[in-house]
């Protein structure tokens, strides 16, 4: 049934007007009361947001759900489907390390994930079959949220870092569990990022520790057994704009420092059995300069687009090489040269071989370059559109890594490839349970024509049974921001949606790498509106070729996305029967003038910075979605958003949903859903984040009129 706007009533926002000024001109914000002026606190913890705040989200997630309630029984079938596709009992392929290889295993029923190891085949382990390092289903009982961050092991083999979060505010906590006993030690590190790296003897602990504002400014030095009041600071960050990180070289000799932000970064080396050496600094920050490095025999491989003597760029990026005891740009030489168009993605140095993945022609592939004789050769793949992951090895001295394959088409299928001799082993297919016919469906690429004569890839994947006369309902997913790509890769839960005969499509648009690295700067500051403009363009293009037709079009987008999703609803209502933004990035202007939010200085390289500059200002201002609401007939709209998500803020959909509804000159519903007890990642388990999925689809096929079934 379609929406009946009619069956219930919608919240009403109190308008309280909030007054700033920047470059002279004046901004009001009617919703702005709904920011809670103890935000980090709320992060913290929720019970502390206000009552009347509380008490309107709770107001949109009645009126939403009343709306909703004819598709309850939908969603249960939505949610049986997209679990049956999942092998409840499944695990991942252990990956070698020394004399025991690690993994993740589901038992049937479990959210969470265990943590295993198992004897590595021909090891003088005595140890026989598997051993469970963590199990994360029994570290979730009695919580109401929880997520893992992230788990590894010492270098001996002896401990296990762990962290989680048990609020959705991405606070993570660390413990360190003794694997001989398997019980955690006394330690308990709070208000950390979640990573961390181990020294080389196991005994000390590197990580980054978040400030008031959320921001990850501080590296410390942990002693295992210590209290983190007794930690070392390494390295702090004075500049908003940057957050800090750590990681390990692969030979595992070497500690990595690092600090960025979306254009720009600088690291710093220290010997990984010597954590709290010096750091030696490999090359100063340079403005739209990035570098990431790695290490092997003595000598850094530099993933770099800084460009050399005589270059006019290296915007795709290329791999030089320095000796680690002289890391400075003087001594920088190429090995793998810049290639405008063939966009280097990332790159690992082991003993022998040095592998790269990049993207050319909107396709990834990988490289392997022999360092004895510098022969290379690609892994090359057949399908027209795929999705491929470099897994690389737990191991330095290795002539095996192990990589993944997937198409719309095609589940994944994890390999592990020899180097040397080329040879290819298939180690996993994923399962679908409940049955999966590749040759029922049809997976394409097609190029639509934008304003500017730019051509925007989109990824098609439809049943062949489908008639593609323009009946069919269209879901056009879009992202388009900070140079991410959306692979091409298998995606169980949208057969739910393609076996009710709809075409499920992704539109590549600008702001993402899909096209190489000037794919993205298209895409960005004062580019942005191509990002828009591409989208709507690769509506346009499935309607002109009559895959779908005007109006039977569900767009789709998270974060980023979510403010495409924005934006393309002022800029074309009539195209949409229905716009679901996710975790929705929709108050731009307001945000990007508010320096006191986690990520808003590393954003200005994003998006400029309307706080100094008059001409950020007012280009951020010309496509800000809530700052462009128009009076209009929006078609029906569902906003999602988390009570504790530091990274697009509660208020930001919880505004754009009051003032959409106040200016809606159409019958169509404007409706907010509030997570109460999570972040911007939603729900946590597996079988949770279903439960979310099947929400969002149930929306797009009452858009579509397709609720039915």
Not at 477 to 498: H, K, Q
Not at 598 to 609: Q, V
Request: proline share 6%; with cysteine.
């Amino acid at each position: 049934m379609p929406f009946d706007a009619k069956a219930a009533t919608p919240p009403h926002a109190a308008k309280k007007p909030v007054i700033s000024v920047h470059h002279d001109i004046e901004k009001v914000d009617d919703y702005g009361w709904m920011r809670a002026g103890n935000w980090q606190e709320v992060m913290r913890d929720p019970s502390l947001l206000a009552a009347d705040i509380r008490a309107h989200l709770e107001a949109e997630n009645a009126y939403q759900t009343s709306l909703m309630a004819d598709t309850e029984v939908l969603q249960k079938q939505l949610i049986a489907e997209m679990r049956g596709r999942i092998k409840e009992d499944d695990s991942s392929v252990p990956m070698k390390d020394g004399p025991w290889a690690y993994g993740v295993r589901y038992a049937e029923g479990d959210e969470h994930p265990k943590y295993i190891r198992v004897p590595a085949k021909g090891s003088p382990n005595d140890a026989s079959g598997e051993t469970i390092l963590l199990d994360g289903h029994k570290e979730a009982e009695g919580r109401d949220y929880f997520r893992i961050g992230a788990a590894d092991h010492s270098p001996d083999h002896k401990l296990l870092s762990w962290s989680f979060d048990d609020s959705g505010s991405e606070l993570f906590k660390i413990h360190f569990r003794d694997l001989a006993s398997g019980k955690d030690l006394q330690d308990n590190l709070t208000e950390t990022s979640g990573g961390g790296v181990f020294s080389k003897d196991g005994k000390s602990f590197v990580y980054t520790k978040v400030d008031a504002n959320h921001r990850p400014s501080k590296l410390f030095l942990h002693r295992i057994g210590s209290s983190q009041e007794d930690d070392r600071l390494l390295v702090e960050e004075a500049d908003p704009g940057f957050f800090l990180g750590v990681g390990k070289t692969q030979s595992g000799d070497w500690l990595v420092f690092d600090t960025h932000d979306h254009e720009t970064s600088q690291s710093w080396l220290v010997p990984a059995d010597q954590p709290d050496a010096e750091p030696l600094l490999v090359a100063e920050r340079e403005t739209e300069i990035q570098y990431s490095i790695d290490e092997g025999g003595g000598t850094l491989y530099i993933l770099t687009n800084r460009p050399g003597q005589g270059e006019k760029d290296a915007k795709d990026f290329k791999i030089v090489t320095a000796p680690v005891t002289a890391p400075g740009i003087e001594n920088w030489k190429d090995l793998v040269a810049h290639k405008p168009g063939r966009l280097i993605l990332g790159h690992g140095i082991y003993r022998r071989h040095l592998v790269w993945l990049e993207r050319e022609n909107g396709l990834p592939r990988i490289v392997i370059h022999r360092l004895a004789d510098g022969e290379e050769h690609a892994i090359a793949f057949d399908e027209e559109a795929y999705g491929l992951g470099l897994g690389g090895a737990l191991e330095f001295d290795t002539d095996v890594i192990r990589f993944s394959y997937s198409s719309m088409t095609t589940p994944s299928r994890v390999y592990d490839y020899n180097m040397e001799t080329r040879e290819r082993t298939l180690l996993k297919e994923q399962e679908v349970p409940s049955g999966h016919d590749p040759d029922r469906y049809v997976t394409r690429r097609v190029f639509a024509p934008a304003k500017d004569g730019e051509t925007v890839p989109v990824t098609l994947l439809y049943a062949k049974s489908t008639p593609l006369d323009g009946s069919a309902p269209c879901l056009l997913y879009g992202y388009g921001s900070y140079g991410v790509t959306i692979p091409a890769s298998f995606n169980t839960n949208c057969l739910s949606l393609v076996d009710r005969g709809f075409v499920y499509a992704i539109a590549h648009i600008r702001g993402g790498k899909d096209k190489g690295f000037a794919w993205y700067e298209a895409g960005k500051r004062q580019f942005k509106t191509n990002t828009f403009t591409d989208f709507i363009a690769a509506a346009d293009h499935l309607i002109a070729e009559k895959i779908t037709s005007k109006g039977c079009i569900v767009a789709e987008g998270g974060s980023a996305g979510g403010m495409l999703m924005g934006v393309v609803a002022n800029l074309a209502p009539d195209l949409f029967a229905g716009i679901l933004a996710e975790v929705p990035f929709v108050d731009v202007l307001d945000t990007m003038l508010d320096d006191t939010l986690p990520l808003t200085p590393p954003e200005w390289p994003e998006w400029g910075n309307p706080i100094v500059s008059k001409d950020d200002y007012e280009t951020i201002a010309s496509y800000s979605p809530y700052d462009n609401v128009a009076d209009t007939a929006y078609p029906p709209i569902m906003a999602i958003g988390g009570l504790t998500d530091p990274r697009v803020t509660y208020w930001e959909p919880a505004k754009w949903v009051a003032k959409l509804r106040e200016h809606q000159r159409g019958d169509a519903p404007i409706m907010l859903k509030t997570n109460m007890g999570a972040g911007h990642a939603g729900a946590p388990g597996r079988f949770a984040r279903l439960e979310e999925v099947a929400f969002s689809y149930a929306f797009a096929l009452k858009a579509a009129g397709l609720a039915g079934g």
